[in-house]
């Protein structure tokens, strides 16, 4: 006869391939006949604290809130259970799931046992849920030692809100201060929040803490802090990083790529992106828009579509309108406008204003007319509050001293209801041809924008010496 305990080993392996694969029915229906199976132990073993999270966890994929209020109703039943933090904090996170953050919490308060892995489970809901306040509040309010887990979802969620990204600096050197290890999870929460801020510093911490705990040739960490140190201008710092990441994936070899490309050395990238190819790593789209930013800035037209002709037809890579656009740019600073609008025309996915913009703008560096009034026409009805593309075609047309005509585009946007951004103006080219109206029509303009921007709390008198 089969042992009562390695049976419900047996069948616990069962049930976690059925959550595994997704099939949580099944599981919910699995667990019932475990529950129910008098060769198993009874529930009030501590065996099956391992069983009832796999059964809750499906629950909570399947959105259930009867299923958790009955797994939690038998636990509670079961009287143990409840002490075991694997369901407790299961039990939250199906809370969490099913019904809302305040039920979850509710649970949460009544729990006999609340280490910290309990108080990471509520923590996470509050974050899943966008209460990012609520989520640092309950880590200030921990009446244990947290852990990095409890940190790690609340620097993750700050840093993504992309609001407050110092905040998730201070937390993680107030996790220092208090003896919790960070862990790469944390690092990797980190990072990004350091880039957002400009933080060359902070990056620099990151790294150096990355570098004497042994987790800087990871090439998930390595990638975001190429990306870092690139968004921060340190170009060597980011080589550095990049030369000792031991196992280089297409997302680090993107990362380092796209810095170059970033900061203006288009031939340091796409040599890059030839080591890349002797070193066999299929590229991505990532990598695909880095190598043509990188061909832009080393007007590298030809190249350019070269690559572009490798990456979709050797490689595979599927183009998206972004790929289209950076070559529509790239086509547009060299000046082969009429290649840049074939491009846009012949494209086999939805033009983007993003391609509109570029063809505008090189129009506006070129002085092509024709093809900066066809791409104004299709600006002017997809983003219809965008002032730039119409100040871009008069800006276009007074180059060229057609100045009826960027009157008309003026008047155009008036009747249109457009609005000028504060600070903004038109840069009309009359010179002597100015008249009265086009300069009291300036002035207007012009004083409108400084008593916006004082209104809303300009920093002009910072800058106004006696």
């Not at 904090?89 to 910290?116: I, K, Q």
């Not at 890349?276 to 990598?287: A, F, Q, S, W, Y």
């Not at 180059?399 to 009826?404: A, F, I, K, R, V």
């Not at 609005?419 to 840069?427: E, K, N, R």
Request: glycine letters at 8%.
């Amino acid at each position: 006869m089969v042992c009562p305990h390695r049976r419900l080993a047996t069948l616990t392996k069962q049930l976690t391939g059925h959550v595994n694969a997704g099939r949580h029915r099944d599981a919910l229906a699995f667990f019932a006949r475990m529950a129910t199976d008098p060769a198993l132990p009874p529930l009030t073993d501590p065996s099956f604290a391992y069983a009832f999270p796999l059964a809750l966890k499906s629950s909570a994929a399947l959105r259930r809130p009867s299923a958790a209020a009955s797994l939690h109703a038998l636990a509670h039943k079961c009287g143990g259970l409840l002490q075991s933090p694997f369901v407790a904090s299961a039990l939250v996170a199906s809370y969490g799931a099913c019904a809302s953050p305040e039920a979850a919490r509710s649970l949460f308060d009544e729990l006999p046992c609340r280490n910290a892995v309990v108080w990471s489970a509520m923590i996470s809901v509050y974050v899943r849920s966008g209460d990012v306040a609520a989520a640092a509040m309950a880590l200030a309010d921990m009446d244990v030692a947290p852990t990095a887990s409890c940190f790690n979802s609340v620097i993750a969620a700050v840093a993504e809100s992309g609001e407050h990204p110092g905040r998730a600096i201070e937390l993680y050197r107030r996790m220092a201060g208090m003896g919790v290890k960070p862990s790469l999870i944390t690092l990797l929460a980190l990072v990004p929040a350091c880039a957002a801020m400009g933080a060359l510093g902070s990056v620099r911490e990151v790294h150096g803490f990355a570098v004497r705990h042994g987790m800087s040739t990871s090439c998930h960490l390595g990638s975001s802090l190429i990306e870092a140190y690139g968004r921060c201008g340190s170009l060597v710092g980011a080589q550095r990083v990049f030369d000792l990441v031991e196992e280089r994936d297409v997302v680090v070899w993107s990362s380092v790529v796209s810095a170059y490309a970033f900061h203006g050395h288009g031939d340091v990238a796409m040599s890059l992106f030839g080591r890349m190819e002797l070193d066999n790593v299929r590229p991505d789209g990532i990598m695909f828009l880095g190598v043509l930013k990188a061909c832009g800035h080393a007007g590298r037209a030809d190249d350019a579509l070269n690559y572009f002709d490798v990456l979709t037809k050797t490689y595979g890579v599927e183009a998206s309108g972004d790929h289209y656009s950076c070559l529509v740019d790239v086509l547009g600073r060299a000046g082969r406008l009429q290649q840049a609008y074939d491009v846009i025309r012949t494209m086999p996915v939805r033009v983007t204003a993003k391609a509109w913009g570029a063809l505008l703008a090189a129009c506006r560096k070129y002085g092509d007319v024709g093809l900066a009034e066809i791409a104004a026409r299709v600006l002017f009805e997809i983003e219809p509050e965008n002032a730039g593309n119409f100040v871009s075609l008069a800006n276009i047309y007074s180059g060229l001293g057609m100045h009826e005509e960027a009157e008309r585009v003026r008047r155009d946007m008036e009747q249109r209801g457009v609005q000028l951004s504060p600070g903004s103006s038109w840069m009309i080219h009359h010179k002597s041809s100015f008249t009265l109206t086009h300069i009291m029509n300036e002035l207007t303009y012009l004083f409108a924008a400084v008593n916006l921007s004082e209104e809303g709390g300009s920093h002009f008198g910072s800058y106004i010496t006696d």
